[in-house]
Structures are given as structure tokens and as C-alpha cells.
């Protein structure tokens, strides 16, 4: 072999072979450790978080930015997506260059190289023409002209796919902003049960220290103050659940913002404005079917499949690509290139036999199909049970609200004259105990009533689809 002749290309071609090759490193794949709780919190962190109390409308906001399924499903639009742009290959001509070194003494290499090269010398023996080089580069193009439409098919179906993916991520959001918004009621009536336990145990401490300067005094008996301990003592105790309750919602709201264990969360005293709801659940059941991103998601699914079986049926018909190539021979890299040489080349191709893989990709294309049209009837059978839900349980949380108000008007009343009654005599220390507790638990009843209420209207509101909407439209994100 005659290096002589060719020794930039046997140290080029291999450098830039091997060059991308030695710039890996396994490491720089190895996943990240696991996350340090750091104090202060990091910049990035601190910088996105709002200056005073956090309100519920901020906590939507940074839910859409920071929280990773909802990164999760963006990045599955942009896979989708980029399926799509993948698709569009199709349609265009595909160029390939190439460079090749052929060292051999093979006659029947030697005479079509030589000829190709047109440098065919006179006289030589083609049985035994000797070892020869023979260097050879060229530019190929390939273009499928027709595929029975399958190609634009494809294109279709993946278009139907990177669709249904924002879809998706819609259904993502919608179900994202409710957990949001009810982590948050959660939270905030968490801090009014705990403020309702603080003015419970504050009542009966002022009960406990009145009734001990009564025994000092001979006027009560020691029995009764006991008795006032041992509420004292059940009123902490709820006041430490309530504490409790609101830390872990406060925890989970943490969670869902993506926010580090160690940043402080401050909630705001406000509520999430919802809009008008539907009168019926008839009407709001029409709306959830036009803005559920389910709904369309099951419908893109099923265009989809379809598209797929059409696809499998044109497999049948022929293809026809065209090739050419354009492309020059040299024996040595010192020798010039004489005229170019091209060929052109229309091909028809089809399959006669394929041991029925073709009849059986249809009759799996049918069978997808027939199912995705059933998931889409059972997902509309879902969306109608869910807004029927939300509504029932919207009713019964009114409901229970209006007997609660009620009835904290007549145990606060109720506590005031007995508390006159107690410090008169005129009424036992188990009948103060009863009002009170009686009065603790409507307070409570009311609170989660209200609570009730506003996560039912949210429901709602999810399960007509009209969260993810507001956010698409900029309601609640930047």
C-alpha cells in the first residue's frame, strides 16, 4: 500500500472519526446527586418567590413555572413536536456525500474503476491487471417521488399527535391548579381552626382561673376545676392538631410549587375568585365537553388510529424513488479528476409477498382504532359522572354551610348565657363544659363547611375544564 500518496486523508478521516468519540465522557451523564438543604435558600429560588404573603394567585403562578410534572408534560409537547418536524423529512430529497479508498488487485474492481476514472491503459492483462488504488468521491441524492400517500399520512397522524400532547398538558394544568387551589384552602382553614382553638383555649383558661380562686376561696368545689383542667387540657390538644393539620397542608403546598423543604411559606388572606357557574349541571356539562382537554384529547386519538389504519391499507400499493449520483474516480490523490461521472436511476418497487405482515398490520390498525373509539366513549361517560359529582357535592356543601352558620348564632348565644349562669351558680360545671365544647365544635363545623363550599366550587370549575382555559389565556399565569 502506498502511504506516500495519501497521508492527510489516513490522518484526517480518523481524527474526524474519533475526535467526537474522545469528547465524551461517561460522567457528564451520571444523574445529579440528591438536593442539599441549603440556608438561605438559593437565589434562584428566593428571587421567584413573592415579596409579602404568598396569595393563592401566586401560588398558581409558580405552580405553571416550578412544578415538574407540569415541566414533565411541556417536555412531552416538545418531543411530540419535534416528531412532527421528523415527519416532514419525508417529503423532501434526502444528500449524502461520501469518500472512499479501494486498495485490491480484484480484476473486475480494477476495470470498472479504471473505467469510471477514464484512465483505462492499453494493453494490460485484466486477468492479472496487479494491485491497485483508487480513490473515489461522490454526491448521491435520493427522493422518494410517490409511497402510496402514506408519507402524508404520517405527516397527519403525528400532526393529530403533537396536538393531542398540548392537549395533555392542558389536562395536566387544569388538574394541577385545583390541587394547587384546594392545598391552599386547606391551608388557609387550617389557620382558622387554629385561631378558633387559640380563642377555646383562651375561654376555658380564664374559666380555669376563675374557678381555682374560687376553691382558694371555698366558694367552688376542686372537683369542677378539675373538670375545667381536663377541657383546658382537650382544647390544647385540638389547638395542636389544627397547628399540625395546617404545617402538613403547608407541606404539600411546598411540594406541588417545587419549592425547597427549608423556604418559609407565608399565606395571604385571600380567596380564588371564580367565575359564574352554569345554573344546571345539564349546561355545565355542555361546557366541560367543549373546554375539557380530554375530551378533545380521546377525539385526537381516535383521528389518529385512523389515520394509522389508512396508512396500513395503502401498504399495498407500489413506491417509486429516484436515485442518482454524481461522483468522480482517481487512482491516486496527485492525480486530477477527468469529466464526472452520473447515473440517474427511477425505480418501481413493490411487495408481491410478505407473509401477511401487511394484513396484519391492518387488522391491528382496525382493532386500535375500535378502541380508541371506546376509550372516547367511556371518556365522555367519565367527563359526565364528574360534573354531575361536583355539582351534588357543591349542593351538600351549601347545605351544610347554611345549617352551620346557623348554628354557630346558637351556640355562641347559648355558651354566653350559661357562662352567666356558671359564674352565678345558677348552673353546674358540666352544663358550662357542654356549652362550650358545644360552641368549639359548630365553630369548627362551619369552618370546614366553608371550606367545603370553596373547594366544591373549584371542583366545579375543573371539572368543566375552565382552570386549564384561564391559564392557556393568561388569567392566572403571566
Not at 474522545?22 to 429560588?45: E, I, K, N, T
Not at 491503459?121 to 486477468?127: E, K, L, Q, R
Not at 359564574?276 to 384529547?297: I, S
Not at 375500535?370 to 367511556?378: A, L, N, W
Request: a neutral charge.
Amino acid at each position: 500500500m502506498r502511504l506516500a500518496r495519501w497521508p492527510a486523508l489516513l490522518i484526517v478521516a480518523p481524527a474526524c472519526l474519533v475526535a467526537p468519540v474522545g469528547c465524551l465522557h461517561r460522567r457528564d451523564f451520571v444523574p445529579p446527586p440528591a438536593p442539599v438543604s441549603l440556608r438561605p435558600p438559593p437565589l434562584g429560588v428566593a428571587s421567584s418567590l413573592p415579596s409579602g404573603p404568598l396569595t393563592v394567585e401566586d401560588a398558581i403562578r409558580l405552580a405553571l413555572a416550578r412544578n415538574p410534572d407540569l415541566q414533565a408534560a411541556a417536555a412531552r409537547v416538545t418531543q411530540a413536536r419535534g416528531r412532527l418536524a421528523e415527519s416532514s423529512a419525508a417529503f423532501w430529497p434526502r444528500l449524502s456525500a461520501d469518500v472512499a479508498y479501494l486498495h485490491g488487485d480484484a480484476p473486475s474492481a480494477y476495470l470498472f474503476k479504471r473505467i469510471d476514472a477514464r484512465r483505462l491503459p492499453a494493453g494490460v492483462d485484466f486477468n492479472d491487471p496487479g494491485s491497485f488504488d483508487n480513490f473515489e468521491g461522490g454526491l448521491g441524492l435520493q427522493w422518494n417521488l410517490f409511497n402510496g400517500g402514506r408519507d402524508l399520512l404520517g405527516h397527519w397522524s403525528a400532526a393529530a399527535a403533537a396536538a393531542a400532547s398540548g392537549l395533555a398538558r392542558d389536562t395536566s394544568v387544569n388538574a394541577l391548579i385545583a390541587a394547587v387551589i384546594a392545598t391552599y384552602l386547606d391551608a388557609r382553614a387550617a389557620g382558622e381552626l387554629l385561631a378558633a382553638d387559640d380563642a377555646s383555649v383562651r375561654t376555658v383558661e380564664s374559666q380555669v382561673a376563675e374557678s381555682r380562686a374560687k376553691v382558694e376561696g371555698g366558694s367552688a368545689l376542686r372537683s369542677d376545676a378539675l373538670s375545667l383542667e381536663v377541657r383546658l387540657a382537650e382544647a390544647r390538644e385540638l389547638r395542636l392538631r389544627s397547628e399540625t393539620v395546617r404545617r402538613l397542608a403547608i407541606a404539600g403546598l411546598r411540594e406541588l410549587l417545587a419549592l425547597p423543604a427549608n423556604v418559609p411559606v407565608e399565606l395571604a388572606d385571600s380567596a380564588y375568585a371564580t367565575g359564574t357557574l352554569p345554573e344546571t349541571a345539564g349546561e355545565a356539562l355542555a361546557e366541560a365537553y367543549r373546554l375539557r382537554p380530554e375530551a378533545a384529547v380521546a377525539r385526537r386519538t381516535v383521528e389518529r388510529a385512523r389515520l394509522e389504519l389508512a396508512a396500513a391499507r395503502r401498504a399495498y400499493l407500489p413506491r417509486v424513488d429516484m436515485l442518482t449520483r454524481l461522483y468522480s474516480d482517481v487512482p491516486s490523490l496527485h492525480t486530477s479528476p477527468k469529466d464526472p461521472d452520473y447515473t440517474v436511476v427511477l425505480a418501481l418497487s413493490v411487495d408481491l409477498f410478505d407473509g401477511g405482515a401487511r394484513a396484519a398490520a391492518i387488522q391491528r390498525a382496525r382493532a386500535v382504532v375500535d378502541e380508541m373509539t371506546e376509550s372516547d366513549r367511556k371518556g365522555l361517560l367519565a367527563i359526565a359522572r364528574d360534573v354531575e359529582t361536583a355539582y351534588l357535592r357543591l349542593d351538600e356543601a351549601r347545605a351544610r354551610y347554611e345549617v352551620a352558620a346557623q348554628a354557630v348564632g346558637a351556640a355562641d348565644e347559648s355558651l354566653q348565657l350559661v357562662a352567666a349562669q356558671y359564674r352565678g351558680g345558677a348552673a353546674t360545671v358540666t352544663r358550662y363544659l357542654e356549652a362550650e365544647s358545644g360552641q368549639a365544635r359548630v365553630r369548627t363545623a362551619k369552618i370546614q363547611a366553608q371550606l367545603d363550599v370553596e373547594r366544591a366550587t373549584v371542583d366545579v370549575e375543573r371539572a368543566i375544564g375552565r382552570l386549564a382555559t384561564r391559564a392557556r389565556d393568561g388569567g392566572d399565569a403571566e
